[in-house]
């Protein structure tokens, strides 16, 4: 379900120096990394803050979720950055070229047959994450959900990526590792989250 719309969440968008309206520039030629889907933004704030040295650009489809992680970067001054309010699937011309790590991190599961092609792994956002890349592929991805992980094993070597890192129990290994919300809440109820690092 989607939440609702924050309390000033236009005004929050609108004042916010984080949002990228147009080209994407740093002020560095360091990696870039991007999360599709970042939801609230635990994920790639603390990832920003903890890696100064490396890029980073949020994506969220929900203009509602992402303001709550603008909120959240009011109080902060970082460089290494932004966040973009869009759907992955409009952004081929913006990122081409530019990416060293796509994290996938707890996307929808699109649990019916019908809808695989919907979900982040299957064959076609592959091709597309192919455009984005800008030297070697790699994609690191965490879930809860059984299912999307062996789907997604699944399409990323057939597509001809090699799995790096596997785990079925993120939490019970030494992989750093840095918490989204989702995370937070499915690790209090005991669920094991699956993660892998893939690349090509």
């Known amino acids: 379900m989607r939440m609702r719309n924050p309390k000033y969440k236009d005004e929050i968008?609108?004042?916010?120096?984080?949002?990228?309206?147009?080209?994407?520039?740093?002020?560095?030629?360091?990696p870039l990394h991007i999360e599709i889907g970042m939801?609230?933004?635990?994920?790639?704030?603390?990832?920003?803050?903890n890696n100064p040295h490396i890029n980073f650009i949020g994506i969220e489809k929900y203009s509602s979720v992402?303001?709550?992680?603008?909120k959240k970067l009011e109080e902060q001054d970082l460089s290494n950055l932004k966040i973009i309010i869009d759907d992955i699937q409009?952004?081929?011309?913006?990122?081409?070229?530019?990416?060293?790590?796509?994290?996938?991190?707890?996307?929808?599961?699109?649990?019916?047959?019908?809808?695989?092609?919907?979900?982040?792994?299957?064959?076609n956002f592959l091709e597309l994450y192919e455009k984005f890349f800008k030297d070697k592929n790699t994609i690191i991805q965490k879930t809860d959900n059984d299912s999307l992980f062996e789907y997604s094993l699944n399409e990323l070597t057939e597509f001809g990526y090699h799995i790096d890192e596997l785990s079925y129990?993120?939490?019970?290994?030494?992989?750093?590792?840095?918490?989204?919300e989702y995370?937070?809440?499915f690790s209090k109820l005991g669920i094991k989250i699956k993660y892998l690092k893939a690349t090509k």
């Not at 996938?104 to 792994?121: E, G, I, Q, V």
């Open 13 to 30: 968008i609108k004042k916010s120096n984080y949002l990228v309206n147009g080209d994407i520039n740093f002020s560095n030629d360091f």
């Open 39 to 49: 939801g609230k933004g635990n994920f790639i704030i603390n990832m920003a803050l």
């Open 66 to 70: 992402a303001s709550v992680a603008l």
């Open 90 to 123: 409009n952004l081929e011309e913006k990122l081409k070229n530019k990416v060293d790590v796509i994290y996938l991190n707890f996307s929808d599961p699109w649990p019916k047959k019908r809808h695989a092609k919907r979900r982040l792994t299957s064959k």
């Open 169 to 180: 129990d993120l939490h019970n290994t030494k992989i750093e590792n840095v918490l989204t």
């Open 183 to 185: 995370e937070e809440k």
